[in-house]
């Protein structure tokens, strides 16, 4: 019955049409039957020329009414999904065992909603899903509606933002309202807003008056989540964004209003391995595809990046006219996508040598010292911008960097500056990007993790107070800890390739007749010179800490 | 929104299916054309009628009293004009609405006591044309025959294309001469009346003696018949015979003539 009631309501002019458009059939049908048979027919004949008149007379119409009126400024695109339109299901969503979990507990909540309100208890108000882009958040809300079975309206923050102040609140009135009458009708109602933190960041105060319409608009969202009316439907709302949890608004973060916060962060290794069987089962690919290796190599890789992956496989095996994917064709993709296109630059042999040698200085320190990367590709083949890259990944996922890994990456950084220098005695614009780069971890180390090189007494986070606040002296301190371990870390780079310049001349001719090499390439490499990284790398760690 | 959509657009069917199919039937069918120009004529007009179907023709006969004829007063006229007219357009009606194949339709207004009746031939792919706005007003009032005559010479027949171009080549030679007052005097008040149609002439019947054709009545006689059939010629895309032939009231050869 209140379904028939909100049905009804809701579609009023729908219906009049419907019953207007039977009265008018009938008493033209009435009308033609009482003509003669010749007139009815010339009367029959003309109707599909009038039909077409009134179509285009119509379509005119509706065209400079979309164009010019657009049904007023706050006016809103439908909105709302049924579950059985999504059928997305939680099987459907891979890895993520932990988000699915307290999902699962949201989702029961919602089933049993009648038992809850019975006991006195309340359901979750509001679920904010917080993770790097590309994760799954979109896919989480939308097995949540699956699964519960209710209605879904789905919003992206930046729809609430217009020009004039107040758009914004009456359209999330707009928005709570219809969701009120679908809880009203079925029970609940889940309102998805993406990108929350446009609307959803710490409201400003400002005398100028800038941030009226976020904050008029956040104000509203506050009130509808936890008003004077909200309680009396159940409405939830499943939020999501990427930014820090720091950056919205506390008010919208309590209990009462965004009660579960979700993390989704990004697939480990097992996850991504069955992310990968799930793309790969789409298209049609090659057997011998190792999946685990596709997976080591993809560290902190998100589900849309390992999608993006096989999808740009699949164009490049089609455009070589393949029948299936292999193997060459995923490497291929993969650095396309994170290098970019090559593009062919005419560089003069003394510039592609200095190239060649800069290159090998990254990948001789990277291959040896490096804790936790692995070097993956040298090349010299411009791409996005770059002159040549050295392409490298973790072995596995670590959430943590030790003061040994930081320094290896400056190391490795400086290598190609040294390189250039002991062999040209001159260095050139391409080691901006390293220098730069390396600057910054090592001011990273001293000025926010205490790392400084020789475990001097300063210790704290000296970007958390504003910088005017600090002494110059100790600026002074601690900018000069900072340049301690760039030299520091240059002697020690330049002691061990002056060891190891034979490894470095023999990869940069390398590099320089093929122009790419990738990991088993250049393992080879080092192994048939008698060397290999392990042996090596214990041996040099010892020398040079 | 889906479900009224759907609904909508089968309740929409549904209504013309059945509105089709129960509009196939003619609305005068052929076993009851006469009851039903009867029912027509009498409940619009007050008019009793008789209906013949001969063949592809149907003769529609009305009776109009003399008085509405030779009234000085102008309503007695408009009142036996507006009969004909009746009479003359119930009988259309019916040919169109009816599943009877009809190609030539009559309408013949007999007058009171008197033998003497006005006859209307229309031909009805004229009638649609004109309906189909294929042809103008003016173009479809010069394909209708108008005939006075004598009651008794009157015959019930089929009516073919043929015979119906001839008549109406004489109609309008006769149309004329009783139009205009001044060529009716010049022409000595000579009217033609259609004999019969031959494999190569025409015949025609005048109502003179051989004496009122003079030279010049013959030459204008001849060029009034030439564009007439050089006109209808036109119209119909038709070839009738190119030789016509006049005789007089002693069946005398007045004229003969050839159109092209």
């Known amino acids: 019955m209140k379904k028939l009631k909100i049905f009804i309501r809701n579609h009023w002019l729908a219906i009049t049409v419907i019953l207007v458009t039977v009265i008018l059939i009938i008493l033209a049908i009435i009308g033609l039957s009482s003509l003669e048979s010749f007139y009815r027919n010339l009367t029959l004949s003309t109707i599909p020329i009038q039909l077409l008149l009134t179509g285009l007379n119509a379509f005119i119409f509706v065209y400079f009414y979309m164009t010019i009126f657009r049904g007023g400024l706050a006016s809103m695109k439908k909105s709302r999904i049924m579950p059985e339109e999504i059928n997305v299901k939680f099987k459907d969503v891979i890895g993520l065992e932990q988000a699915k979990k307290e999902a699962m507990e949201v989702v029961q909540l919602l089933k049993d909603r009648t038992r809850v309100k019975k006991i006195g208890g309340k359901i979750i108000k509001g679920i904010l899903l917080i993770g790097p882009p590309g994760c799954g958040k979109t896919l989480i809300a939308k097995a949540i509606a699956t699964e519960a079975g209710v209605p879904f309206l789905h919003i992206a923050g930046s729809e609430f933002v217009e020009i004039f102040v107040g758009v914004g609140a009456s359209r999330v009135r707009k928005l709570f309202k219809k969701a009120r009458e679908y809880a009203y009708a079925h029970g609940a109602c889940i309102v998805f807003i993406d990108e929350i933190d446009v609307i959803g960041r710490g409201r400003t105060f400002s005398f100028m008056g800038a941030g009226e319409e976020t904050n008029s608009t956040q104000n509203q969202l506050l009130v509808e989540m936890d008003g004077l009316e909200s309680s009396q439907v159940n409405v939830v709302v499943i939020g999501a964004t990427n930014s820090p949890i720091e950056v919205l608004d506390k008010a919208l973060l309590r209990p009462g209003r965004f009660d579960r916060k979700i993390y989704i962060g990004r697939p480990n290794l097992k996850e991504r391995e069955e992310i990968f069987k799930y793309y790969l089962k789409k298209i049609k690919y090659d057997p011998q595809i190792d999946v685990s290796l596709l997976a080591k190599k993809t560290v902190y890789k998100s589900p849309a990046d390992i999608e993006n992956i096989i999808k740009e496989s699949a164009l490049i095996a089609a455009r070589e006219r393949k029948e299936f994917i292999t193997m060459k064709d995923i490497s291929e993709a993969m650095d396309r996508i994170e290098l970019g296109l090559r593009h062919d630059l005419n560089l003069s042999y003394e510039e592609k040598q200095k190239v060649a040698y800069h290159e090998a200085g990254h990948t001789v320190v990277l291959y040896y010292l490096h804790p936790t990367d692995d070097v993956f590709k040298a090349s010299i083949i411009s791409r996005g911008g770059a002159l040549g890259v050295v392409h490298h990944h973790p072995r596995e996922e670590y959430y943590t960097a030790s003061k040994e890994k930081f320094l290896a990456d400056i190391k490795t950084f400086i290598a190609g500056y040294v390189s250039e220098k002991k062999k040209f005695a001159t260095t050139s614009s391409g080691v901006e990007n390293d220098l730069q780069n390396a600057t910054k971890i090592a001011h990273m180390m001293v000025w926010q993790l205490s790392m400084s090189i020789d475990n001097s007494e300063i210790i704290g986070n000296f970007t958390a107070v504003p910088e005017e606040e600090l002494s110059e002296s100790l600026k002074e301190k601690l900018n000069n800890e900072t340049i301690k371990i760039l030299k520091h870390c240059t002697e020690k780079v330049d002691e061990f390739l002056s060891s190891n310049w034979d490894i470095v001349e023999i990869f940069a001719e390398k590099l320089l007749e093929k122009e790419e090499l990738d990991f088993d390439e250049i393992d080879q490499i080092f192994r048939s010179f008698g060397r290999s990284r392990e042996k090596d790398q214990q041996m040099l760690m010892q020398n040079l800490n | ?260």
């Open chain 2, 1 to 260: 929104m889906k479900f009224f959509n759907s609904s909508l657009l089968i309740i929409i069917i549904i209504f013309f299916e059945l509105f089709f199919f129960s509009c196939k039937k003619p609305s005068y069918p052929k076993d009851q054309l006469e009851q039903s120009a009867k029912k027509i004529l009498k409940k619009e007009r007050n008019l009793d009628c008789n209906l013949k179907l001969i063949a592809e023709t149907i003769y529609l006969e009305i009776e109009i009293p003399k008085e509405e004829l030779i009234s000085e007063e102008k309503t007695y006229l408009t009142k036996a004009i507006k009969k004909i007219e009746s009479a003359s357009l119930t009988v259309v009606r019916l040919s169109l609405s009816t599943d009877a194949k009809i190609d030539f339709i009559v309408s013949i207004a007999k007058v009171k006591d008197f033998d003497f009746c006005v006859r209307i031939i229309q031909r009805l792919q004229d009638i649609k044309d004109y309906l189909y706005l294929k042809i103008s007003r003016g173009n479809y009032e010069k394909r209708v025959i108008l005939e006075m005559l004598p009651y008794s010479k009157l015959e019930y027949k089929n009516i073919s294309f043929e015979e119906f171009l001839c008549r109406l080549l004489v109609s309008r030679y006769n149309m004329m001469i009783r139009i205009n007052p001044f060529l009716s005097n010049m022409l000595n008040n000579i009217t033609l009346e259609f004999n019969q149609l031959l494999e190569k002439e025409i015949v025609l019947k005048s109502n003179h003696y051989k004496l009122s054709f003079t030279e010049s009545v013959k030459q204008t006689i001849k060029q009034i018949l030439i564009e007439s059939y050089i006109d209808i010629f036109k119209k119909y895309k038709y070839f009738l015979p190119t030789k016509i032939k006049i005789y007089d009231i002693n069946d005398y050869e007045i004229l003969s003539l050839s159109v092209f």
